[in-house]
């Protein structure tokens, strides 16, 4: 797929290009159908996937040689990207009641009720994967039922 990263600065948006289909994507990408990992380093790199984040591990590398990986890799996250992905879903979903129901869920782990925190803690770890995939269904096809089997399993953790 030959595509670019279109970033408008003074609006804080930034969208894939697919030159070949002319789709414009969001600050999401929702063109993943799966989220696998097995440790942090695979989860972090999904979501830097998810987040159109951009790596330059080699320049990071010639600057600093006495970082360790997972120090390297933490000077790699780019919180802008991180901001604008997590602004862009909450925008799109907010007013979905099985969202609400999803992060009001999520939130109360923290003993609170705040729709914008409970979306960003299934992003975590234990959540991300499965998070995704109610994330594809609904921006992707425009459904998501709270009979669905990954809302079901967000729900009973």
Known sequence: MSSYVDIDLE???AHEIDLEKGVVTSAYNTNIPEMQYNN???YRECLRRAFYMTCDLEHLMEENPDYDEETLDEEL???DKTKR???YVFEKT????IFQ???LHAAAKLICENL????????SYDFFATFHKCLLK????????????????????
């Open 11 to 13: 609006n804080s948006k």
């Open 40 to 42: 942090n380093q695979q």
């Open 77 to 79: 996250y780019e919180n």
């Open 85 to 87: 992905a997590l602004d």
């Open 94 to 97: 907010k007013d979905n009641p």
């Open 101 to 103: 129901k999803m992060y």
């Open 116 to 123: 914008d925190l409970g979306m960003t803690l299934l992003f």
């Open 138 to 157: 609904f921006l992707n096809e425009g459904v998501l039922s709270e009979d669905d089997e990954d809302v079901k399993e967000i729900l009973s953790h």
